[in-house]
């Protein structure tokens, strides 16, 4: 059984930062792929940003150059928010894969197999 935790969320002013951590844990070695989604009142949950085992990182249109995911170890990953505006505003949900596929297809909520039970964050203008 794997759990997935999020930490980090919070209430932050346009403009200011934060850095929401990513651990998984339970009877596993490694992680294959991580990605952040989240959900806004009244809308879809969406990707965030995802990072591949080997690295390879993509990110939504909307937080280009403001948010960077990196890898801290087999088990955990960080977003680091910049720059957050109140549009920013939602709860955040990590989710863990644990089995090989493509790098696109970690755009699909289908593909994960655990997710963590969300961190609010909240951009205040």
């Known amino acids: 059984q794997v759990q997935v935790e999020e930490s980090g969320g919070g209430t932050v002013q346009s403009g200011g930062s934060l850095r929401l951590t990513c651990t998984a844990s339970g ?5 294959d792929d991580m990605g952040w989604y989240r959900q806004a009142p009244g809308k879809e949950r ?20 403001r948010f960077t995911i990196s890898r801290d170890n087999a088990k955990s990953v960080t977003l ?23 790098v696109r297809s970690l755009r699909i909520e289908s593909t994960y197999d655990d997710w963590g039970q969300g961190t609010q964050v909240t951009v205040s203008s």
């Open 27 to 31: 009877t596993i070695f490694s992680v």
């Open 46 to 65: 969406e990707l965030v940003a995802s990072i591949s085992r080997s690295l390879t990182a993509q990110y939504a249109d909307s937080v280009k150059g």
């Open 80 to 102: 680091q928010m910049n720059n957050l505006k109140p549009e920013d505003t939602a709860v955040y949900y990590c989710a863990a894969r644990r089995g090989p596929g493509s």
